[in-house]
């Protein structure tokens, strides 16, 4: 093998076919503002458990929509639902709404 120059990666395409999204489906049901979150993320900026820890509900919220479900529980734990993220969301997105949902959704 030829270690001159560079590798190419493997692609980072999803499927979107063989996603599942039946939690994301029925987290849209329970909160209705999950669907106009336009990631701008001003709710990472503003969280403080974000600068303790390495949550980020924007990566969070985009892993819950892909069906990407491996860790989210752990990393939905660290959240201290301050509402902070609730007060700068420019959409009006109810987060503590969602972070509650999508913990209990993942418990199903």
């Not at 109810?94 to 959704?105: A, D, G, K, P, V």
Request: proline share 2%; charged share 25%; aromatic share 8%.
């Amino acid at each position: 093998m030829n270690k001159f120059g560079f590798a190419i990666s493997q692609g980072r395409q999803l499927n979107f076919d063989e996603m599942k999204s039946d939690k994301a489906d029925r987290l849209l049901e329970v909160e209705p503002s999950y669907k106009w979150c336009i990631g701008c993320g001003g709710c990472t900026a503003s969280c403080s458990a974000a600068g303790f820890t390495d949550f980020n509900i924007r990566r969070i919220h985009t892993a819950f929509i892909r069906g990407q479900y491996d860790g989210l529980e752990e990393k939905l734990r660290r959240c201290m639902l301050c509402g902070k993220c609730l007060l700068v969301c420019p959409r009006g997105v109810n987060t503590r709404s969602l972070i509650i949902n999508m913990r209990r959704l993942l418990h199903d």
